[in-house]
């Protein structure tokens, strides 16, 4: 047991040296954590922008192609009306002219006094 001051006074200096190296390679594990914690974070923000935009487009998507709908209704149902409205104005003219064709009938049957063979 020959130890010397010197021999006992060398583990403080290496403790003290060892603290110093934990201290900076846990301040360099937290610099290396939170640049990849930026990372993460930045790669979180992009997606999800992406992933709005995705959105509005397809919003937009959804309403240009709601809005061709409600168009197309909308010329369908004037060209439903226009059809309409001429195969009603044709039954009427069709009408008129078998009531004419009747009046006119009735009125030969009073002129002559006969039924026509159509007639029972």
């Given at each position: 047991?020959n130890?010397?001051?010197?021999?006992?006074?060398?583990?403080?200096?290496?403790?003290?040296a060892?603290d110093?190296w934990?201290?900076?390679?846990?301040v360099?594990?937290?610099?290396?954590?939170?640049?990849?914690?930026?990372k993460?974070?930045s790669?979180?923000d992009?997606?999800?922008?992406?992933?709005?935009?995705k959105?509005?487009?397809t919003?937009?998507?959804?309403?240009?192609?709601?809005l061709?709908a409600?168009?197309r209704?909308?010329?369908?149902?004037?060209?439903?009306?226009?059809?309409v409205?001429s195969?009603?104005?044709?039954?009427?003219?069709?009408?008129?002219?078998?009531?004419?064709?009747?009046?006119e009938?009735?009125?030969?049957?009073?002129?002559?006094?006969?039924?026509p063979?159509?007639?029972?």
């Amino acid at each position: 047991m020959n130890e010397t001051r010197e021999q006992r006074a060398k583990p403080v200096p290496v403790a003290a040296a060892v603290d110093q190296w934990k201290e900076t390679e846990i301040v360099k594990t937290r610099m290396k954590y939170e640049k990849l914690s930026e990372k993460i974070v930045s790669w979180e923000d992009k997606k999800r922008k992406k992933a709005k935009r995705k959105l509005h487009r397809t919003e937009r998507g959804v309403e240009k192609t709601k809005l061709k709908a409600i168009e197309r209704f909308r010329d369908d149902n004037e060209r439903i009306e226009m059809i309409v409205a001429s195969a009603r104005a044709h039954a009427y003219e069709s009408r008129v002219k078998e009531e004419l064709k009747v009046r006119e009938k009735a009125n030969l049957m009073r002129a002559t006094g006969k039924n026509p063979s159509t007639c029972l």
